[in-house]
């Protein structure tokens, strides 16, 4: 029986009377692997920031677990270069054991890079260094903002794996944020497609649309597809409200 | 023997009187320097020169306002710079318009109402040259014991918040999911950085703050691999600067303050020397 970690509850928020979000409820779970993909602008990552308590919403309730501890990796982090830092010392800002940095960067697999400056980091690198601060504190629940941004397909797929063996490892729950509507880690066991509102949520197809979209991608990624009950228009809103309703109407198991 | 004891006990006596305002120039270009190494490194890393700037012209602002209603100096100038450090992060979150605007127009907007202010008080004779550009030779000794107090203080605020202050410099948002105050964090260093500025007009003077807090900074980038180290570094260059500009200032007559910021930048230019020597 998995735990709940976190549940939102009508979330409602906007930025300069334009609305971001509206009514966004969603449970997340210990041990589950939840994505959150939707196009440009649709407040992924203002929901994302939501769930980490960095911003707050206008209406509607954040519940979390009086346990919940979270892991969070960020988009992208732009450091100065005038600050010399290691990529150890950076991990030691989260965790000042020595022997967890370098535990952590083991995991991840750049552990030789322990002494380089944090900026001389190549994108990949940067993003497994990333990954490795997140999960430095033995997190139950970790939130990734587009994990994979800025790396080629092969090193997508390797660290799609590595998310999914460490989460096992850790017995946690992930959030993990995409833009990207097409490729979706197969692993997941929730899809939730937002844009304003949740137009739909549930598990991700196992469909093999295209067999060599498989050859390219391997048999960690999927085409996650999905049909939505209703359309939007230019500016994001739903037409035909009426017949719109969450979560049964939508076309997937 | 005895004789030549004797002349050389007067002459360190003489020296000692003559050069009394001397010894308390070095002790406060040296405590402010102190300090302004470690906070010139947060400037340097969270690309706040600007915001010194800004602050440091503000400060004259709290002199001239300090002057009219007669309150301690050493208030009206620590205080007006945090003000206008809130008003910005107001104005900030409002967000219509940059930082680096917005930051220009407090900025002048402070320095000309200073000078204006200032121009108010016929009666007051405020020596506008040594705010502008710092009279480290006109330091007392209450100066000093001020200067010293308030360098003790910053001290021991940066090595508190040591850890959060890089940790915030680094990313904020990381941060703060992993429990720092950012808030609380950030408004100290604005407290610090406003209570070094005061410290450094006299020294070096309202225009010329920024260059003794970057300058030492950007040198020791060049010698260090770790925050500390680099905190360090900044703080020996900027006191040898201090010293430097000093002996310029008492051999060839030149103004101190001025004179501490070009040897500033004269071991600038030597440490990008010896960066290209060992590369």
Not at chain 1, 132 to 156: F, K, S, T, Y
């Amino acid at each position: 029986m998995s735990r709940l970690l976190l549940s939102l509850n009508g979330i409602h928020k906007s930025f300069a009377g334009k609305p971001v979000l509206e009514d966004v409820s969603l449970s997340l779970k210990q041990g589950e692997i939840t994505t959150l993909i939707g196009p440009n602008g649709a407040g992924k990552s203002t929901l994302a920031k939501i769930i980490l308590g960095l911003i707050k919403p206008d209406s509607g309730t954040s519940l979390p677990n009086a346990e919940l501890n979270i892991g969070y990796m960020p988009q992208k982090i732009s450091i100065d270069p005038t600050l010399p830092i290691s990529t150890c010392r950076f991990l030691q800002l989260a965790n000042t054991s020595h022997q967890a940095c370098h535990q952590a960067l083991e995991s991840v697999g750049i552990r030789h890079l322990t002494k380089i400056p944090i900026q001389r980091l190549s994108g990949g690198e940067l993003q497994r260094a990333l990954l490795a601060r997140a999960i430095l504190r033995n997190p139950n629940l970790l939130v990734l903002d587009e994990p994979v941004q800025g790396v080629d397909v092969n090193g997508q797929n390797a660290l799609y794996k590595m998310i999914n063996n460490l989460a096992k490892t850790l017995n946690c729950g992930v959030l993990m944020v995409s833009h990207d509507l097409h490729l979706v880690m197969s692993a997941t066991d929730q899809v939730i497609c937002l844009n304003r509102h949740i137009c739909c949520e549930g598990h991700p197809e196992k469909v093999t649309q295209d067999p060599a979209f498989i050859d390219i991608f391997g048999q960690t990624t999927a085409i996650y597809s999905h049909h939505h009950d209703h359309d939007h228009n230019l500016h994001g809103e739903v037409l035909d409200d009426h017949t719109h309703q969450h979560g049964e109407s939508c076309n997937h198991e | 023997m005895a004789k030549f004891l004797m002349i050389t006990l007067i002459s360190m006596e003489s020296l000692v009187i003559m050069n009394d305002f001397l010894l308390y120039a070095f002790l406060a270009g040296v405590g402010v320097a102190a300090v302004a190494g470690p906070l010139g490194c947060f400037v340097v890393w969270r690309r706040m020169a600007y915001f010194g700037d800004t602050l440091a012209h503000s400060a004259l602002l709290g002199v001239s306002l300090g002057v009219m209603l007669d309150i301690n100096l050493n208030i009206t100038v620590t205080a007006i710079p945090l003000i206008l450090a809130m008003v910005l992060v107001f104005l900030e979150q409002k967000g219509f318009l940059s930082v680096d605007t917005l930051l220009g127009i407090l900025s002048h907007s402070a320095l000309a109402l200073g000078l204006v202010v200032i121009s108010f008080l016929p009666d007051v004779r405020v020596d506008l040259m040594s705010l502008l550009f710092g009279d480290l030779l006109a330091v007392t000794q209450s100066d000093l014991w001020v200067i010293y107090g308030v360098a003790c203080a910053v001290m021991i605020l940066l090595g508190l918040l040591w850890r959060q202050l890089i940790n915030i410099t680094v990313d904020p948002e990381l941060a703060a999911v992993e429990g720092t105050n950012v808030t609380l964090v950030s408004t100290a260093l604005m407290l610090i950085t406003a209570l070094v500025i005061a410290l450094a007009m006299k020294v070096v003077g309202v225009l010329l703050i920024t260059a003794l807090l970057i300058i030492p900074a950007a040198t020791a980038r060049q010698l260090s691999h770790t925050p500390e180290q680099m905190a360090v570094v900044a703080s020996v260059i900027a006191m040898m600067a201090v010293v430097m500009g000093l002996a310029m200032s008492w051999y060839i007559d030149t103004p101190p303050g001025p004179s501490v910021v070009i040897s500033a930048g004269v071991l600038f230019s030597l440490s990008l020397g010896c960066r290209r020597l060992a590369s």
